[in-house]
């Protein structure tokens, strides 16, 4: 009999073309050769795909394909992947303009990679979840690369949990580890660290807001953000507070701290967050939730939202000197 996640994985590509594979390689050279052969494939079938890589291993694709090609599109993840938030609505508007009638489309993404930070490497953990439930129906094949030996421990374990195939040494599998929505559902959940003992706090209203955008201006400021990042961190966070107010009880409270060179200002409600794919979809030009939060990731380098019994906790972070 086969494992939960074997079971999951096979429903997921029964059910459509949706097929999302971590391929975990060891060398540069396993990387370009796992990679060309997913590129070739999708030229040999006229599918179109993207390239979502740093700008290093494009340049490298790009010298085995022997420069540009028709049919294979390509975008820089070091930009795309600053807020990982940010790159669902990237394959979002690449099906959209390639794929349709019937037609598929293929991806490679590599959102996670040596030396990020522990909050975004979590983050990206989420995002790989996360793209299982926002492309489960489309005709879409993403393979997303992993650098096996150079990346922290752990992650490779975590990868097998989201993704439902995995590519390793040439052979592709179900994963047996795949956790399905659960593996999103435990991440939004999972406590982030606590606020240390030395960050600013204030408790806000109804009536609140300026004193809230007061509160950020200073501590943007204290963070040495320059005057536009300031301003725009605190439409952010204006944004922020208003949701807390909203769906919570017309209260909420507001914490502000400097760490590794970025300001962080964290949220807490007592609301609930339903919806994990808010301020990852694009919002409709008619109205509907999510917008506050898609503007917040639009800002900020990393946007984290936690949800429980007890309420919400969301966490802005703007590096000093950070584009916009």
């Known amino acids: 009999m086969g494992s939960v996640g074997e079971a999951e994985s096979q429903a997921v590509m029964e059910r459509s073309g949706y097929r999302h594979e971590a391929f975990f390689y060891g060398s540069r050279r396993q990387f370009l050769d796992g990679v060309m052969e997913f590129v070739t494939g999708a030229l040999d079938a006229g599918t179109p795909v993207l390239l979502a890589l740093s700008p290093a291993k494009l340049d490298a694709v790009q010298d085995r394909l022997g420069g540009p090609h028709t049919g294979v599109h390509t975008t820089d993840m070091d930009e795309l992947g600053r807020n990982p938030a940010r790159i669902i609505p990237a394959w979002q508007d690449f099906i959209a303009e390639h794929g349709g009638d019937s037609r598929k489309v293929r991806g490679i993404g590599e959102p996670i990679v040596p030396g990020q930070s522990s909050a975004k490497?979590?983050?990206c953990h989420l995002h790989e979840a996360l793209l299982n439930a926002a492309f489960s129906g489309a005709d879409f094949w993403l393979?997303?690369?992993?650098?096996?030996t150079g990346l922290e421990p752990g992650t490779v374990e975590e990868a097998c949990r989201t993704h439902p195939f995995v590519l390793e040494s040439g052979t592709s599998r179900t994963s047996p580890s795949y956790r399905g929505?659960?593996?999103?559902?435990?991440?939004?959940?999972?406590p982030l660290p606590p606020v240390p003992a030395e960050a600013s706090r204030m408790r806000f209203y109804a009536a609140g807001l300026p004193a809230?955008?007061?509160?950020?201006?200073?501590a943007a400021r204290q963070a040495g953000l320059d005057e536009s990042a300031a301003?725009?961190?605190?439409?952010a966070a204006n944004e922020i507070a208003t949701n807390s107010l909203r769906h919570g009880r017309a209260t909420g409270s507001v914490a502000a701290w400097s760490e590794a060179g970025s300001l962080i200002c964290e949220f807490r409600d007592d609301g609930r967050f339903e919806d994990p794919l808010a301020g990852r979809v694009r919002p409709s030009a008619t109205g509907g939730g999510g917008r506050g939060l898609w503007i917040a990731n639009q800002i900020c380098d990393l946007v984290q939202i936690r949800t429980g019994p007890t309420g919400t906790v969301v966490r802005l972070h703007k590096a000093a000197g950070a584009r916009t």
């Open 121 to 123: 490497r979590v983050e």
């Open 143 to 148: 393979l997303c690369p992993y650098d096996a």
């Open 181 to 190: 929505s659960v593996a999103s559902e435990r991440q939004t959940r999972a």
């Open 212 to 218: 809230v955008r007061g509160f950020v201006v200073h």
């Open 231 to 235: 301003a725009d961190f605190v439409v």
